[in-house]
């Protein structure tokens, strides 16, 4: 796992001792490039980037479409990120570095952020970038549309001002630790205003065609088939990006990934089978990284949701009864092989200071499973199967029945859980869905009984664990409150985290609020994932998330 700087504390030293402090940012940025690097260099040092080849990347899912701002779909935005920027990045460390913001002072005790932008950077078509874009990307799309930003920010945001083009200002109702952390193409890529201003942004036609100011510019989109970037020739970041093109081709079987890496048909592939682990690593023309980071988010939990606007799912005990029937250690072992570990709590592990070690999830245990399913009213038939008798908003005789939606890449959760479930009398129908249509399905229509979803949460709790619990985020966005789950309790708790300074305190305040859901199960924490990259030689220079291609060649 890589190692974790809570930025939390490193702002607690920063408000703690004066207004007006002044980031300082390390000397380099997680791609190579200077942190500190000018806006753009003298007319005498010309950007010399290029000639680094083609880089062919396999990607598992179409994306449906190409703006990481509207969703936080790990399709969406692996296929797009480098497409565009955030104000800062994260480096390996998830301390911030510069972006499209060259530096920041923190005010107010931390309740004002005050960020001067690069000069001289200019969108794809041309256009200056402004402090009017992201003014516009943060109202008009990320604190309606992107669910971790929507549910973090936005209710203790209270403005943004735009003194001038490269001046932003981010005004707090009371300090706020986690904001640099949700500032870099993932929690926040900032989209061109002039483009989507007056329209429907999760509907405008630029969605499939983007406009953006990151190291690479669309060239095409041929949906389940590929996507074409070009090198953006005038990158604000010197001598960057020395890649010519990227190509994304769909390829959704994992281990057809792995024979077109093998082959040379493809440079690089986002996750390598468990089984092929071993044998990828002592190939002398494939190189492994090792990442808990992924486009779309980091520290992420397989998470089992239950809608909670079922009645056959309104019983606790039913709920409980699900977690018990789960063995998730197999789920590491037959479906991960190993890259990553069971949940523990519904906080990640990842995120050291917030997560409860003191807390007790389900064990797989089907005797204590089909128990408490009797207690709640579900009996087992002459086959075994469950049927209701006596249960609440449930007539009698009716099934144990639920669907199960998922991902197609998620398809051995959805077998390895029907065949489990089904051991203690509970019928699971596997529904896969492509991303766009399962966002749709769980979050807008609500037409679903269970389903399984990658929830990132990112390097603090307020960006990407409040989304699941708060009742205010039960709505359309995506991946967001799939449960529906409503505790006015874990609201203010979430509230009074979100404005208390110091890890310390705040992590007692996330301990409180993980023994409250944990009791009331609204979902199963399954496991949390680690990812594997594999790449083809003589590629070289990438990081493992976020930007990965950026400062990366495949010249040989």
């Excluded at 074409?228 to 010519?244: I, Q």
């Excluded at 390895?416 to 479930?421: F, K, Q």
Aim: proline share 9%.
């Amino acid at each position: 796992m890589m190692s974790r700087v809570p930025l939390a504390v490193i702002l607690v030293g920063l408000v703690a001792g004066a207004c007006g402090v002044t980031a300082s940012p390390s000397p380099t940025g997680a791609s190579g490039r200077p942190s500190g690097s000018p806006s753009s260099p003298p007319a005498s040092e010309a950007p010399t980037g290029g000639g680094g080849g083609t880089l062919v990347v396999a990607i598992s899912a179409d994306p449906g479409h190409l703006n990481p701002a509207i969703t936080t779909s790990g399709a969406t935005h692996t296929a797009a990120e480098l497409i565009f920027n955030g104000l800062v990045g994260l480096d390996e460390n998830l301390e911030p570095v510069p972006e499209l913001a060259e530096s920041w002072t923190i005010d107010n005790d931390g309740a004002q952020y005050t960020f001067k932008l690069r000069d001289g950077v200019t969108w794809h078509d041309g256009t200056p970038f402004t402090s009017a874009d992201v003014k516009f990307t943060f109202e008009e799309v990320l604190l309606k549309l992107h669910a971790r930003t929507r549910s973090s920010v936005g209710p203790v945001l209270d403005g943004i001002d735009t003194p001038d083009a490269q001046t932003v200002v981010f005004r707090f109702k009371q300090p706020y630790a986690p904001l640099l952390r949700q500032l870099d193409v993932t929690e926040a890529p900032i989209l061109p205003k002039h483009i989507y201003q007056g329209s429907d942004p999760a509907k405008n036609p630029a969605n499939a065609a983007p406009v953006g100011t990151g190291p690479f510019a669309f060239e095409s989109y041929t949906p389940d088939s590929e996507i074409r970037l070009k090198r953006n020739d005038t990158y604000w970041a010197p001598a960057l990006p020395k890649l010519d093109e990227v190509v994304m081709r769909v390829i959704p079987e994992s281990g057809s990934q792995v024979i077109a890496l093998e082959a040379g048909e493809v440079d690089w592939i986002w996750g390598v089978p468990g089984p092929d682990e071993a044998r990828l690593d002592a190939d002398p023309e494939v190189e492994l990284l090792r990442t808990d980071r992924n486009p779309g988010g980091s520290n992420c939990i397989m998470t089992m949701s239950f809608n909670f606007d079922k009645p056959i799912l309104q019983d606790v005990r039913v709920r409980q009864a699900i977690a018990h029937a789960i063995d998730r250690q197999q789920i590491v072992d037959k479906i991960l092989f190993g890259q990553g570990r069971v949940a523990t709590a519904p906080i990640s592990s990842g995120i050291g200071w917030a997560h409860a070690d003191d807390i007790v999830l389900p064990a797989f245990d089907p005797t204590a499973a089909m128990a408490m399913l009797d207690q709640a009213g579900w009996k087992a038939g002459a086959d075994g199967m469950r049927i209701a008798a006596g249960v609440t908003g449930v007539a009698d005789g009716t099934p144990l029945a639920l669907d199960f939606l998922h991902f197609p890449t998620f398809a051995r959760y959805g077998e390895l859980l029907r065949s489990e479930l089904g051991a203690v009398g509970i019928e699971l129908t596997l529904e896969p869905l492509e991303p766009p249509v399962f966002a749709e399905t769980v979050f807008t229509k609500r037409d679903f009984d269970t389903n399984v979803i990658s929830y990132c949460n990112g390097p603090d709790p307020e960006i990407g664990v409040r989304r699941m619990f708060d009742s205010a985020q039960i709505g359309p966005v995506p991946f967001s409150n799939a449960a529906g789950y409503r505790d006015s309790a874990v609201d203010a708790l979430f509230t009074q985290a979100q404005q208390t300074v110091g890890n310390e305190a705040r992590g007692k305040i996330y301990g409180r609020i993980q023994q409250t859901v944990a009791a009331a199960q609204p979902y199963v924490w399954l496991v949390e994932t680690s990812g594997v990259r594999a790449y083809r030689l003589p590629c070289q220079g990438f990081q493992p998330y976020a930007q990965f291609a950026e400062a990366a060649t495949c010249a040989p």
